[in-house]
């Protein structure tokens, strides 16, 4: 893991002394960031943005262009993006040839704090990231100039992991008291981020047990999203998502939902539902089937302390009447 900007990205790689490198990226990222790189020398493969590549398709694609550039096992793939590239870079460099040298430099605040880190590839088939892969990438540099391009909308996809990270973890929900707006965002809180899941990941990659706490507002999250058809981002549902667990923590374990809503408001993140109370929960019903029956959440007791349990219907549904 390197904390550094795109210029360490020579030194990374001859570290590695690959055959070949090759950076996979898309066509927003390839004309601002991906042009500006020097110092090395390397193939790209560019493929169209939007998360409706992320399939196996693309994949194929790509795997064809390794094997006419001559891409050995001994060759490194990099991923140059936000969460959709280093998804697919992942995949790629776990099954092409059984494997072969990956690193991830990621350009979005979400993927900088969660996708690239941790080890977890995919591609949607048939349903959202239902195949993939665990494959650890060989480094991972976070370029914190990168953002600087980011739109705002996706700024704020990405806060709402970071105000998670933040009921996970007192030091970065320290930081982020301290932050006056999302434009403040430093290097500092974002490696704390990292920190958080680092630390969750190294005891628990195959999210046996200990990762779960990671799905803190996701059940919620993932009801929304599909409600929405995927037309509500995944961090606004997960700020809605981190709102009713902390309703939930509040029910069972008197903790201050208000300390969650204080900081969603400040990034501008929503605070209530955008469907009704009963919608969400049939649909959380749905998925209820599908993970053997159980309606499992990831509570707050209190800042920096959660808890994995299944919870009553009933108090589900005073919890998310209450967020409103
Ligand atoms: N593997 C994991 O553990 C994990 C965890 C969380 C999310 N994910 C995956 O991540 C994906 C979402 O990631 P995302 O939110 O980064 O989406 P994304 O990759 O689609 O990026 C969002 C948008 O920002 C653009 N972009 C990227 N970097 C930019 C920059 N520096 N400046 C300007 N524009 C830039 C992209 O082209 C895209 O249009 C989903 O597919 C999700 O499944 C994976």
């Given at each position: 893991m390197?904390?550094g900007?795109?210029?360490?990205l020579s030194?990374?790689i001859?570290?590695?002394?690959?055959?070949k490198?090759?950076v996979?990226?898309?066509?927003?990222?390839?004309?601002?960031?991906l042009?500006?790189?020097d110092?090395f020398?390397?193939?790209r493969?560019?493929i169209?943005d939007?998360e409706e590549?992320?399939?196996?398709?693309?994949?194929k694609?790509?795997?064809?262009?390794?094997q006419?550039?001559g891409?050995t096992?001994?060759s490194l793939l990099i991923?140059l993006g936000g969460?959709?590239?280093?998804d697919i870079a992942?995949?790629?460099?776990?099954?092409?040839?059984r494997?072969?040298?990956?690193g991830?430099?990621?350009?979005?605040?979400?993927?900088?704090?969660d996708?690239a880190i941790?080890?977890?590839?995919?591609?949607?088939?048939n349903?959202?990231?239902?195949?993939?892969?665990?494959?650890?990438?060989?480094?991972v540099?976070i370029a914190h100039?990168?953002l600087s391009?980011l739109p705002?909308?996706?700024l704020?996809?990405?806060?709402?992991?970071v105000?998670?990270y933040?009921?996970?973890?007192?030091?970065?929900?320290?930081?982020?008291?301290?932050l006056g707006s999302?434009?403040d965002?430093?290097r500092?809180l974002?490696k704390a981020?990292?920190?958080?899941?680092l630390?969750?990941?190294?005891?628990?990659?195959r999210?046996?047990g200990?990762?779960?706490i990671l799905?803190?507002?996701?059940?919620t999250?993932?009801?929304?999203?599909?409600l929405?058809n995927?037309?509500?981002?995944?961090?606004?549902?997960?700020?809605v998502?981190?709102?009713?667990?902390a309703k939930?923590?509040e029910?069972?374990?008197n903790?201050?939902p208000?300390?969650?809503?204080?900081?969603?408001r400040?990034?501008?993140?929503?605070?209530?539902l955008p469907f009704?109370?009963e919608k969400i929960?049939?649909?959380m019903r749905?998925?209820?089937?599908a993970?053997y029956?159980r309606?499992?959440?990831?509570?707050?007791?209190?800042v920096?302390?959660v808890?994995?349990?299944?919870?009553e219907?009933?108090?589900?549904?005073?919890a998310?009447e209450?967020?409103?």
């Amino acid at each position: 893991m390197k904390f550094g900007t795109l210029s360490d990205l020579s030194n990374l790689i001859s570290e590695l002394s690959p055959y070949k490198t090759v950076v996979l990226a898309n066509t927003t990222v390839e004309k601002l960031w991906l042009d500006r790189l020097d110092g090395f020398e390397a193939e790209r493969i560019v493929i169209p943005d939007g998360e409706e590549h992320k399939n196996i398709e693309t994949v194929k694609g790509i795997w064809a262009k390794l094997q006419e550039l001559g891409f050995t096992r001994k060759s490194l793939l990099i991923g140059l993006g936000g969460g959709v590239i280093t998804d697919i870079a992942g995949f790629v460099a776990s099954t092409y040839m059984r494997g072969t040298m990956l690193g991830l430099v990621p350009t979005t605040l979400l993927a900088q704090v969660d996708a690239a880190i941790g080890g977890k590839t995919g591609i949607n088939f048939n349903g959202k990231n239902m195949v993939g892969t665990f494959y650890l990438p060989d480094f991972v540099l976070i370029a914190h100039e990168t953002l600087s391009t980011l739109p705002r909308v996706e700024l704020l996809n990405g806060m709402a992991e970071v105000v998670k990270y933040g009921i996970l973890d007192r030091k970065v929900y320290s930081l982020l008291k301290k932050l006056g707006s999302v434009e403040d965002l430093d290097r500092e809180l974002v490696k704390a981020c990292v920190e958080v899941k680092l630390r969750v990941v190294e005891e628990d990659l195959r999210e046996g047990g200990k990762r779960r706490i990671l799905n803190l507002g996701h059940t919620t999250a993932h009801a929304i999203e599909k409600l929405s058809n995927y037309t509500i981002k995944h961090g606004f549902a997960v700020a809605v998502g981190l709102m009713v667990a902390a309703k939930l923590g509040e029910i069972l374990y008197n903790f201050d939902p208000g300390k969650v809503e204080e900081l969603l408001r400040k990034f501008e993140l929503p605070t209530g539902l955008p469907f009704e109370p009963e919608k969400i929960l049939g649909e959380m019903r749905l998925d209820k089937k599908a993970w053997y029956g159980r309606l499992t959440f990831v509570v707050p007791i209190e800042v920096g302390e959660v808890t994995i349990e299944e919870v009553e219907e009933d108090v589900v549904r005073r919890a998310l009447e209450a967020v409103g």
